[in-house]
């Protein structure tokens, strides 16, 4: 039996929800090149795509909107929970608890997306109690005239965002809304394979992305940014954090070998949501770290991922860095659920094999006499 390490270049199931040509950098939803989504759609269409397979009319585009407004609420038990926690707790842990607790107030039955669309509309209230109860200021009801990226900012800033912000927003939102068989959907597969509910599946998926090594390293690319003064500092802080052992955080990637379109499209909105502001310091120290890392790690292929520039669009848009990566999650949670949709409709337990490498035929001690 061959041992794969991380399952390395192992298929587990046919799809056509998501393509990425990792050696030449290119990722596409459904067929449509992420440009082209990034440029000219939004959340709420692309949701619809990446769920349904097709982009939808106006009628169905428009259902898919309203739908998301209505159920935009938590129940008072999730919101009492969340602010309780808010000061002490990881937000991601805040939220996989309180996904858990949707599960249980849930108790229809309907179908896998009708669940996924509740889902997807509560997360960005959840990250906006966390945030406001931090700050001591006052909750932000969920506002319906706003589409879903307008709502999250303004559920988080307290005021409606200017079409710059919103734009940024949701770009940023459909980069991060799936991206074939990374760590985080796998994790749901597992779960869904075993005819488990979606809730499950999704808590799963939020426990996956937590790590540094996925959905974590957003918040970790930021913190370098501000560990360095200023860009002339980049270079010996990047060879002090090689040579030590460390990795290079928001560069690398099990698939891209180049870099990552997702990357090259937030540096653009990092710089333009960095212009002219304080933070137009750390756009200027990540730049710099792409440049050095590159030139040191280029070489191996590791290069830029989407988590390099995302936390700091993330943070000039008003969040808080350990929030970053539930963002990830509200916009991930489409990818996990509609792969588990796909992945139910011709299931198979997922269940790899192990090498066992240990003694087998021991003699049982009995424990009086165990040295
Ligand atoms: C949304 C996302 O999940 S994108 C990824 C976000 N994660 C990060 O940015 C964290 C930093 N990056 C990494 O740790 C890795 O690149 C991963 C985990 C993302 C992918 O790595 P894998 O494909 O599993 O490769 P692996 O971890 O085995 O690394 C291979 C080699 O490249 C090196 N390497 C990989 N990434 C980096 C990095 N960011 N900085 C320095 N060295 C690196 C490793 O040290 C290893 O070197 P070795 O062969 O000398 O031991
Ligand atoms: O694909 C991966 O392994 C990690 C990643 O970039 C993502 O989940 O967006």
């Not at 669940?115 to 509560?122: V, W």
């Not at 994790?187 to 999704?202: E, G, N, P």
């Not at 808080?320 to 792969?339: E, K, M, N, Y």
């Amino acid at each position: 039996m061959e041992l794969r390490k991380g399952l390395e270049d192992i298929a587990i199931k046919e799809t056509s929800i998501t393509y990425i040509d990792g050696d030449l950098g290119r990722l596409y939803y459904r067929g449509y090149s992420i440009y082209d989504l990034a440029s000219f759609s939004n959340f709420e269409e692309v949701s619809y795509l990446i769920w349904y397979g097709k982009l939808p009319t106006q009628r169905e585009l428009a259902d898919l909107k309203s739908h998301l407004a209505e159920e935009r609420n938590v129940s008072e038990e999730i919101s009492t929970f969340v602010s309780k926690v808010a000061k002490t707790a990881n937000p991601m842990d805040i939220l996989r608890t309180a996904v858990s607790m949707m599960g249980l107030e849930d108790r229809r039955e309907e179908g896998l997306v009708t669940k996924a669309i509740k889902i997807t509309a509560k997360i960005p209230t959840i990250i906006s109690l966390i945030q406001r109860t931090r700050r001591d200021q006052k909750f932000i009801e969920p506002d319906p005239s706003l589409s879903h990226a307008e709502n999250f900012l303004y559920m988080i800033n307290g005021e409606k965002p200017d079409l710059n912000f919103s734009k940024t927003m949701d770009v940023a939102l459909m980069l991060h809304m799936d991206h074939e068989m990374n760590a985080s959907t796998m994790a749901c597969l597992v779960v869904a394979s075993t005819l488990s509910d979606i809730y499950s599946s999704v808590v799963a998926g939020i426990s996956a992305l937590k790590g540094p090594l996925h959905g974590g390293a957003n918040s970790e690319a930021l913190k370098q940014f501000m560990e360095v003064e200023s860009p002339d500092q980049v270079e010996k802080y990047v060879l002090n954090k090689l040579s030590t052992g460390h990795r290079l955080m928001g560069f690398g990637h099990r698939i891209y070998k180049t870099m990552d379109p997702r990357a090259k499209i937030l540096k653009d909105y990092a710089r333009e949501v960095t212009e002219g502001k304080p933070t137009e310091r750390l756009y200027k120290v990540a730049e710099k770290i792409e440049e050095i890392g590159i030139k040191i790690l280029g070489k191996r292929g590791i290069y830029p991922n989407v988590d390099f520039y995302s936390g700091l669009v993330f943070f000039s848009l008003g969040f808080d860095t350990d929030l970053f990566p539930t963002i990830f999650a509200s916009a991930r949670v489409v990818g996990w659920t509609a792969h588990v949709d796909e992945y139910l409709l011709d299931n198979k337990l997922i269940r790899p094999k192990a090498i066992y490498v240990g003694d087998l035929g021991k003699k049982y001690i009995p424990i009086d006499e165990r040295q």
